[in-house]
Nanobody
Framework: QVQLVESGGGLVRPGGSLTLSCTASGFDLDWYRIGWFRQAPGKEREAVACFGNSDGKSKLSDSVKGRFTASKDNFVEKKFYLEMNNLNSDDTAVYYC???????????????????WGRGTQVTVSS
């Protein structure tokens, strides 16, 4: 059974940093991607980042480009990170990771393409 577990959320001041983790399990595949999404209160879920496990390439949405970085743990299999810097109140949301076979194609931000999802972790940016 495929499972994704996010962790690392919390309360952070504006301008601060936070790193989220996503640990995947239940499948034996190298060719897959991890998508990061977020949903703020009263808003639709939006794509944030994508990381391709097989090619090591990532994509970021324009709203987080230059501030967020998607990566994977080079020592722990199926563990991924979303490093978030210079956070602001607009980054407050529940953050989810999701997975699907493939790499981060130009359509990486289509949440309908991701079948397996974690339950999310709350990130709150507030002074």
């Amino acid at each position: 059974q495929v499972q994704l577990v996010e962790s690392g959320g919390g309360l952070v001041r504006p301008g601060g940093s936070l790193t989220l983790s996503c640990t995947a399990s239940g499948f034996d595949l190298d060719w897959y991607r991890i998508g990061w999404f977020r949903q703020a209160p009263g808003k639709e879920r939006e794509a944030v980042a994508c990381f391709g496990n097989s090619d090591g390439k990532s994509k970021l949405s324009d709203s987080v480009k230059g501030r967020f970085t998607a990566s994977k743990d080079n020592f722990v299999e199926k563990k991924f990170y979303l490093e978030m810097n210079n956070l602001n109140s607009d980054d407050t949301a529940v953050y989810y990771c999701a997975t699907e076979p493939g790499i981060c194609l130009p359509t990486w931000n289509n949440e309908g393409d991701y079948f397996y999802w974690g339950r999310g972790t709350q990130v709150t940016v507030s002074s």
